[in-house]
């Protein structure tokens, strides 16, 4: 590594904390109501927005009624969505004349982007035309980012109120995410993008001739809207297939390090957001050091075992599918912050990836999305494992486990373990299934260790809503898009309809005032416990399957062993 890449490193950590606080503290007057300098721009465009919609704002809703409305918004997406790809021949803004979508494919698709997944088993400019790329897939990328805000909401105020089963409304928590969050960020963004060369039309594709006199076909499309949205939203996907790889997606130097940075600017903002809701901005900072600790750990091994020396490979860096314009630090800060987030994103080929640093963006995903997360989910799956870190710490002390200064009971407990077990199940059951059948067996590109990443990673990537792949597995097919898109569905909606139910139990409970006996979840001790819980719970678990996929290639790779 050399001295700009340490630079880089440090300047990136050092944007992340320094903007947390200010975009948390903006973000916590938009969802309080109070004012902030976006109420003029956009209020009157909120109003309509209810009025259109016959919404009463200040009509709140229990954790059963605020779950209803969730699902059915998702759902009427999901149709949506589905529906535009069948029917895509026949639709406007396709210039391209691109087919209907195949039925498994819009389904896995819808399903993904629904779910803020934006696993693509496809090539978006051979598959998606102008119009669903736009009206589908971007439109999704907005919502299904706000749907993870307004759970994080809900549970927040199912934390911080007391004696009540009123978490808010779904429909306004929706509404001003997107409205004074999403949009003003993204359109900025999309400035900044179009600046820097990140192509923004409605040409048709132009066919060119190559300088050895080859044809070639070079896509056009509105793409730095979506590619804005993908990355604020932690949506991630591609608006061309090779992702931000693609010099029509990722162009300069400075487009990649503002990309890795809006991955997880709101995930990391909103840490702040919640210690002000709940009345402590320590109990924010907490998560957020834990969070970064746990990356910053997976940042470090991924870098060593890329410039690690191997005589295998002739002690030459491992170059193989990265971006010669970006280098190894720059794809590996993105490999590590794309899987801590659940962006999805790349901008290099994981594939490629040593053994363990592909092992580490996989570790990743199977921690539940937590280190750092999704847009609002990853918040609230954190808080999970602070409830089972309270309720640990509660029976190695034999004291009443409490949070926030609420009691944590059975029901809490048993909703936490849900939660956590959820994702799990789809990563090994499935990856179970696959590597054992022919339909799953027949998508490889590789043999051993390495093939068993590949399925390992791609449902890991599913269940954790994450949506990059390892892109060796050919995923486009009957058995994936319907297993991957089950595992998207589980991955998302069981843990949300968990943390909803926490949200109103915790709601009812009234607060016990902090005594000397208070177990505080606001120091040092905490955020150690609550590590070791995230990696015993979230980590243990696959490590068997680890095991016999990236760990058993490190070893038999240093003795030049492949398959």
Known sequence: MTTQDFIQIILYFTLLIGLTPILGNFMFKVFTGEKHFLLPVFGRLERWTYSFSGINPEEESNWKSYT?????????????????????????????????????????TSVSFMTNTNWQGYAGETTLSYFVQMIGLTVQNFVSAATGIAVLLALVRGLSRKSTDQLGSFWTDLTRSTLYVLLPLSILFSVVLVGQGVVQNFKTYETVQTVQGATQVIPQGPAASQIAIKQIGTNGGGYFNANSAHPFENPTPLSNFLEMLMIL???AALTYTYGKMVGST?????????????????????????????A???KLPLMEGKETRFGITNSILWSTTTTAASNGSVNAMHDSLSPLAGMVAMINLMLGEVIFGG?????????????????????????????????????????????????NLVILLFAALASVTAPGLTGLNNAGPHGLSEILYAYSSAAGNNGSAFAGLNANTVFYNLTLGAGMLIGRFGIIVPV???????????????SAGTFHTDNWLFLGL????????????HFPALSLGPISEH??????ITF
């Open 530 to 541: 609550l590590i070791a819980v995230i990696l015993i719970v979230g980590g243990l678990t």
């Open 68 to 108: 209803i409305h969730l699902l059915l918004f998702n759902l009427t997406g999901f149709i949506f969505l589905f529906l535009i790809q069948i029917f895509q021949a026949q639709m406007p803004l396709n210039p391209a004349n691109l087919p209907n979508v195949s039925w498994h494919s819009a389904f896995n």
């Open 555 to 560: 070893l038999l790779m240093n003795k030049g």
């Open 500 to 514: 909803l139910a926490i949200a109103g139990s915790m709601a009812k409970k009234n607060i016990t005032p902090t």
């Open 375 to 423: 847009v609002g989910a990853g918040l609230y799956g954190m808080v999970i494992f602070v409830i089972l870190t309270v309720f640990i710490a509660g029976l190695m002390v034999g004291r009443t486990p409490e949070y926030l200064g609420k009691k944590i009971q059975k029901f809490e407990v048993q909703m936490a373990i849900i939660a956590v077990l959820a994702p």
């Open 282 to 310: 320590r109990q924010g900072w907490t998560i957020f050091t834990a969070m970064l600790i746990l990356l910053l750990i997976g940042l470090s091994i991924s870098l060593y075992a890329e410039y690690s020396s191997n």
């Open 265 to 267: 600017l709101i995930p």
């Open 312 to 314: 295998i490979f002739g």
